[in-house]
C-alpha cells in the first residue's frame, strides 16, 4: 500500500518467522476493527481477541496525512479513508495472532472500477474462465 510504508514484515531470523502471515508491525502502528454481522467496518477494537478477523488499520509517522480535497468530488474522501484517531483504513480482512502477526484473509473491496456495476474481481475472473464465450482477446 503507498499511503503507509511499511506496514507488516516476517523477521528474518528463520525461528521467527511465520510464512503464513505477512509478519508483525513493521513500522506504523497495526490493529484490526471489528465489523458488524453485515459485512461493514464497526466499531474500532483494537484489543480484540486474538484470530478474531477485521479490517486491518493502520497509522503512525509513515502513514500519510490524507487525501486532499476536492471540490468536483462533493465529499470529502478522508471520512471513509480513516477511522478517528489518524487510523488508515487499508480495505484489508484480517486477523492478529497472539504474537502480533498480522494474516491477512482477504479485502472488502475487490471491485474493478469503471464498469457500470461493481463486480468482484475474483468473480468476474471465475465466469470469464468457467463461460462457454469465444475469449474476448
Known amino acids: 500500500m503507498t499511503e503507509a ?3 507488516c514484515a516476517n523477521p528474518r531470523e528463520r525461528t521467527r518467522r511465520k510464512l503464513a502471515s505477512v509478519g508483525p508491525a513493521a513500522g506504523p502502528e497495526v490493529g484490526v ?3 458488524s454481522s453485515d ?3 464497526g466499531l474500532l477494537n483494537l484489543e480484540g481477541a486474538p484470530g478474531v478477523e477485521g479490517e486491518v488499520l493502520v497509522r503512525g509517522a509513515c502513514v500519510f496525512g490524507g487525501y486532499e480535497p476536492r ?3 462533493g465529499y470529502d474522501p478522508n471520512m471513509e479513508a480513516f ?3 489518524g487510523w488508515l483504513r487499508t480495505g484489508d480482512k484480517g486477523w492478529l495472532d497472539s504474537e502480533g502477526y498480522l494474516h ?3 479485502r472488502f473491496k475487490e471491485v474493478i472500477s469503471g464498469l457500470p456495476l461493481s ?3 475474483l468473480l468476474l475472473l471465475w465466469s ?3 463461460s462457454e464465450c469465444p475469449p474476448l482477446i
Do not use: E, K
Open 5 to 7: 510504508l511499511p506496514i
Open 33 to 35: 476493527s471489528s465489523y
Open 128 to 130: 470469464l474462465s468457467h
Open 39 to 41: 459485512g461493514s467496518p
Open 119 to 121: 463486480a468482484s474481481l
Open 71 to 73: 471540490a468536483h468530488l
Open 104 to 106: 491477512l484473509t482477504g
Open 83 to 85: 477511522y478517528p484517531g
